[in-house]
């Protein structure tokens, strides 16, 4: 931006000393502007990398994090730990600590002490916070080291809860949304500020006067931008206003007599179906994981977004980036070839989420 090559500083400087004086290399004058250029290159280059700190896109990591908090307070969402309950068959005292793990080697630790008599089931929580954790039914089987009694392990349910800490991008869209979407106390900003701060909260929708005066009703995606669960919809409701006798009294973040109903948005689920031309370097379960994840990426890039729809080309689109596929045909997005509406109203309020991938030869 400000800095400038040696040569064109040097250039300078001997354009500003007279040609009555000797300025030839190697003789007195040349030389000590070649040492000072030296030196002003350096500080010109050092002036830009002070300009930037002014570009808070253009800073990263802890120094972001500790200027926005000088600013507005806000800090960055920690990672969370994925949890979830584990089926034990045989007979076998659990400690605390305990671990079992996925074939690919995920692993979780018992969250309790608990003697198991032939069969019964025990809490567990990922070892590493962040997504990796929330795995599918029927995927936690192994112990990698062997309890005496314990003749096999499953979570019969999907682990969940799992999240990444918040990205450098997103604590900066919060940032800009707090500056640009000043909160007046109970407004809608002053809602969106308060529940994107709570650890996993990925986006909401806010409806005033929903059910009528001193009604607001807050819809959310998780920071996996899918649809929460039960468990994390209700630990938002009581961060925001427990139900119950206290409801509505400003006993937590929402203002006293904002009447405030946390829901977890509706699923618009999206199947897909086409034929494949394969890329015979992958296997076919290696070619559904990737389409899955191609696709899956491009709807979250929809969630919340106001009036997106998903694209049938752009399914197209992203099936093509997914490694293993050299083209395809045939394609059908739940049953047709259209565009697919996502609604967002205060009485349907949905988030695009893959269903069903059908691959066909």
Request: proline content about 4%; glycine content about 8%.
């Amino acid at each position: 931006m400000y800095s400038e090559s040696e040569e064109t500083i040097k250039s300078r400087m001997l354009g500003n000393i007279s040609d009555s004086v000797d300025k030839t290399e190697g003789y007195l004058v040349y030389d000590s502007v070649v040492a000072a250029s030296k030196e002003f290159a350096k500080a010109s280059t050092e002036l830009d990398s002070i300009v930037d700190k002014f570009d808070l896109s253009k800073v990263s990591g802890d120094e972001l994090e500790l200027r926005i908090k000088q600013r507005t307070g806000q800090t960055k969402n920690p990672a969370k730990y994925a949890t979830g309950i584990l089926d034990i068959t045989g007979t076998a005292t659990i400690a605390e600590g305990d671990l079992f793990q996925t074939p690919n080697a995920i692993q979780f630790k018992s969250l309790e002490f608990k003697t198991i008599t032939e069969s019964g089931t025990i809490e567990i929580q990922a070892v590493i916070p962040g997504s990796s954790g929330n795995i599918p039914a029927n995927q936690i089987t192994i112990m990698p080291v062997a309890i005496s009694g314990v003749i096999s392990v499953i979570n019969s349910s999907a682990t969940q809860g799992g999240f990444d800490a918040e990205s450098d991008a997103h604590l900066l869209e919060r940032y800009y949304e707090k500056l640009q979407n000043p909160d007046t106390g109970s407004n809608i900003a002053h809602f969106q500020n308060l529940v994107k701060e709570y650890p996993g909260v990925g986006d909401v929708k806010v409806y005033p006067t929903w059910n009528g005066n001193n009604t607001v009703k807050l819809v959310i995606i998780d920071a996996n931008k899918q649809v929460p669960s039960e468990e994390f919809v209700n630990a938002v409701q009581n961060y925001m206003d427990p139900l119950g006798e206290n409801w509505g009294l400003g006993y937590r973040e929402a203002p006293a007599f904002c009447y405030t109903t946390v829901e977890g948005a509706a699923a618009k689920t999206i199947n897909v179906s086409f034929t494949i031309v394969k890329d015979t370097n992958y296997t076919d379960e290696q070619r559904l994981a990737n389409v899955q994840a191609s696709i899956t990426e491009y709807l979250k890039t929809l969630a919340f977004v106001d009036d997106a729809v998903v694209s049938y080309a752009k399914i197209g689109v992203a099936i093509l980036d997914s490694k293993g596929v050299l083209d395809y045909s045939n394609l059908t997005v739940n049953g047709g070839t259209t565009n697919i509406p996502i609604s967002l109203t205060k009485t349907l309020c949905e988030t695009p989420i893959l269903g069903t991938v059908a691959i066909n030869e």
